[in-house]
């Protein structure tokens, strides 16, 4: 991994994520690119046919310098001694959907962004935050930071999966390979039973069979939690195992489905108060 992004929008939610943010560049010996997404300021003219609107270059040229005098003093209120810090300003440009930027810094294999979760039905329930939105259509993988969490090296990871799902095994490779370089974690893969779905034990055997002839890593264990929601398990399942890291995968689902169905993952993020690492699974 050459770089890694963190989106700021100056506030404390996400100088806690830039705190976190260097810790992981450190140990993944990436550089952090640190960015901040404006809209530009436009102009009304006249025109034959009516109005149209043009970028006001010199309104635009103020707002920048502003910008990046914020963005200066962000970076240097934590110390990123040992690894290399870039800034950025984006103009028009939507947070969430990163496809649009994540190209503008090659090499980038990782957004971390500050989750503030939900905070009604309107900004966490029908809409959704930022943080949650971006997990579900980022072509990288995204760490979602809530305020409370605080950087320590992982020595245990929490990863749930669905035995059913033929992209499990898939979810469990992409995990081990990025968690590499904090050498011996402990990956602890959780099956959640729920009263709506539940897994007999005979498939849960068989799966971790498969696991183990196609995955190469012995600090890997499964454990089997029983709770209302998948939400609620994981809640057990993090306050019981005292892990350090929730990784999950998103099938980014649009549209109706989304509607729906709803993302396990993107709830997480907004209700639960952990950090969480994110896997697109329909993106290469």
Same mark, same amino acid.
């Given at each position: 991994m050459k770089a890694i992004l963190h989106l700021t929008d100056f506030s404390e939610v996400a100088r806690n994520a830039y705190a976190y943010a260097i810790e992981v560049a450190k140990k993944l010996n990436a550089e952090l690119h640190v960015a901040h997404i404006y809209d530009k300021p436009y102009a009304s003219i006249a025109y034959q046919g009516g109005l149209s609107a043009i970028v006001d270059a010199e309104m635009d040229t103020k707002i920048r310098?502003?910008?990046?005098?914020?963005?200066?003093?962000?970076?240097?209120?934590?110390? !990123?001694?040992?690894? =290399?810090?870039?800034?950025?300003?984006?103009?028009?440009?939507?947070?969430w959907r990163a496809d649009e930027y994540v190209d503008k810094v090659p090499g980038t294999g990782l957004i971390v962004m500050g989750t503030r979760g939900a905070t009604s039905i309107w900004h966490g329930g029908l809409f959704g935050t930022n943080t !949650? =939105?971006?997990?579900?259509?980022?072509?990288?993988?995204v760490i979602a930071v809530h305020p409370k969490n605080v950087y320590t090296s992982y020595q245990k990871v929490l990863l749930p999966i669905d035995i059913f799902d033929e992209k499990s095994i898939h979810l469990i490779q992409k995990a081990v390979e990025f968690l590499r370089?904090? !050498?011996? #974690?402990? $990956?602890?893969? $959780?099956? $959640?039973?729920?009263?709506? #779905?539940?897994?007999d034990t005979p498939s849960i055997d068989k799966f971790l069979k498969e696991v183990k002839a196609s995955i190469t890593y012995e600090p890997l264990e499964l454990r089997v939690y029983n709770d209302?929601?998948?939400?609620?398990?994981?809640?057990?399942?993090?306050e019981a195992e005292k892990a350090d890291l929730l990784v999950m995968g998103t099938h980014a689902r649009k549209g109706l489905a989304q509607l729906l169905f709803g993302s396990i993952t993107e709830n997480v993020a907004q209700h639960l108060e952990y950090p969480l690492l994110a896997f697109p699974l329909e993106r290469k």
């Open positions: 310098s502003e910008l990046l005098k914020h963005l200066e003093s962000y970076v240097t209120s934590v110390s !990123a001694e040992g690894i =290399r810090v870039l800034l950025h300003l984006w103009g028009d440009l939507t947070v !949650a =939105r971006l997990i579900r259509h980022s072509p990288v993988p370089p904090w !050498a011996g #974690v402990k $990956i602890t893969l $959780i099956v $959640i039973n729920t009263p709506y #779905v539940f897994y209302i929601s998948v939400e609620e398990g994981l809640r057990q399942a993090m």
